[in-house]
């Protein structure tokens, strides 16, 4: 009897890396492999890259360097780099790490078996052609067994500036409302409970489905696919991102408002606070639109949490433009925001300007902004103080393991005394106790004996 060989996956970037990682871990296991902890042990290794900032590209040459020494001594080690830079480098790749054995853009993650077969028959194989998805008739190896990523549109048709993702994630391909239902009840007969709809823009879902008109009189929009999707029993909860503010519609926040399962939290990135640079973005909204966007969701949903990405040190920004992100971040009191210092990306339009800001003025305007960040997101958190919150339990507090750990429906971090194997996946009534900017701590609520 041959000894079963072992993979690890490394997955940097974003939901939609971590979501083709668990669907690529079905198929290696599917095939026979075991899943190792320590790269060191594998014989297979798969690093699923992201190419969004230059760091997150670095990060993966200096892992992929240790993994070709390891090769020279251990040859039937397979080697893949699979994701975002694989996409981009596409061959270059295999000039820089000749030791690699398969090269597969994001398109190609429900491929994964063919492709090691063939590198299995002796080729090093390249695969970043685009093409159509395959539809997932693979079943994923979740991280989690009570929270779920769920693919609804691959691919991105904007063109923002600044951004990598549409030239690696190739052209929007929406599944079909009824391979999503059916990927969502499958979910739940497994025990899941909360469902994360995923796309880079997910507001465009749809529009490339048979029947979708093109001047936008769409047939399918994500607001029917919630109604399509929100009865599935067992499914206890409904999230999805990424929303542009360019297609939101008060009608999806009518849903939400509408649907006890979809939780009221958006995820809604406006980039920046300033119109000019917006513009020079490409990113089609004012921020006027996006403080009514905000304004429209508090309207009907009070307590909704929102949560949001920026740039900082855009080419071009001045002191004066990049104040007013922080006006916008003050204004709105974001649950969070995720930073980040503007990285010029091969291939994109605003890496070939002359306008470029010194990296000490960036990482000055990152820290600033960051500090207006935690502070407002403490101020968010004080209204949890008190309060009864519905957590859905997903782990044990990695810090003490005498608490369990979940998130309240606005997607807040929460710990609380109990014991996780009786919790596991449960809806629980949480009184908040303690509050800090990006978690909360609180207590179980004590519920009447039955009479
Ligand atoms: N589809 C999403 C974003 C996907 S990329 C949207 O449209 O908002 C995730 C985040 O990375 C972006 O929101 C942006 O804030 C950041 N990002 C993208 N390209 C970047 C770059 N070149 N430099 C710095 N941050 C970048
Ligand atoms: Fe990138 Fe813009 Fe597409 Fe988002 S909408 S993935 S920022 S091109
Ligand atoms: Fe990174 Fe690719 Fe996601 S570049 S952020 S992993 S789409």
């Known amino acids: 009897m041959t000894t079963p060989r072992r993979y690890n996956i490394t997955t940097f ?27 060191n042990e594998a014989d297979l290794v798969l690093y699923n890259t992201c190419t969004i900032r230059d760091n997150a590209e670095q990060k993966v040459y200096s892992y992929l360097g240790r993994q070709a020494k390891r090769k020279h001594e251990n040859p039937n080690l397979t080697l893949v780099v699979a ?32 492709l090691l077969e063939q590198v299995f028959g002796g080729s090093q194989v390249v695969a970043t052609e685009p093409i159509q998805i395959v539809e997932d008739i693979t ?16 691919g991105c048709n904007e063109r923002c500036t600044y951004c990598v993702v549409p030239n690696v994630r190739g052209i929007e391909q929406s599944r079909r409302p009824e391979a999503i239902r059916t990927e969502m009840i499958e979910l739940a007969a497994q025990g ?56 939101f519609t008060e009608r999806l926040i009518q849903a939400c408002a509408t649907l006890p399962k979809v939780c009221e939290y958006f995820h809604i990135p406006f980039q920046s606070g300033d119109n000019q640079i917006l513009k020079a973005m490409s990113r089609g909204y004012t921020h006027e639109k996006y403080r009514r966007i905000i304004h429209t969701i508090r309207h009907y949903l009070p307590d909704a949490s929102i949560t949001a990405d920026a740039i900082v040190g855009f080419p071009g920004e001045t002191e004066a433009q990049f104040q007013n992100t922080l006006d916008l971040v003050a204004e709105i009191g974001f649950d969070q925001l995720n930073t980040a210092a503007y990285s010029p990306r091969p291939g994109t339009p605003a890496a070939q300007w002359d306008n470029q800001l010194p990296d000490a003025v960036k990482a000055d305007r990152l820290q600033r902004l960051n500090h207006l960040v935690g502070t407002k997101a403490a101020e968010r958190s004080q209204r949890y103080q008190g309060r009864i919150e519905e957590i859905l339990v997903e782990g044990c507090n990695p810090r003490d393991l005498t608490q369990v750990m979940g998130r309240t429906r606005g997607n807040r971090l929460t710990f609380f005394p109990g014991d996780f194997a009786e919790l596991k996946g449960q809806l629980i009534n949480v009184k908040i106790t303690e509050v800090r900017p990006f978690s909360l701590t609180g207590e179980v609520v004590q519920r009447l004996a039955p009479v």
């Not at 083709?20 to 290696?28: V, W």
């Not at 079943?139 to 691959?154: C, L, M, P």
């Not at 489905?209 to 109604?227: A, I, M």
């Open 83 to 114: 994701g975002c830079v694989a996409q981009q480098e596409g061959e270059a790749l295999l000039r820089r790490v000749p030791e690699l054995d398969l090269v597969m853009g994001p398109q190609y993650a429900n491929q994964l078996q063919d």
């Open 139 to 154: 079943k994923a190896r979740r991280d989690s067994d009570t929270t779920a990523w769920v693919n609804v549109i691959y």
């Open 13 to 39: 970037g974003c939901q939609m890396n971590k979501a083709d990682s668990e669907r690529m871990a079905g198929i290696l296991e599917e095939m026979g492999f075991l899943s190792v902890e320590d790269p």
């Open 192 to 247: 899941y409970k909360e469902v994360t709809l995923l796309g880079q823009n997910i507001d465009a879902y749809g529009r490339d489905l048979p029947g979708s008109t093109p001047e936008g009189r769409h047939k399918y929009t994500l607001t029917d696919l919630l109604y399509f999707l929100h009865d599935i029993p067992g499914i206890e909860r409904i999230r999805f991102a990424t929303s542009h503010p360019r297609y």
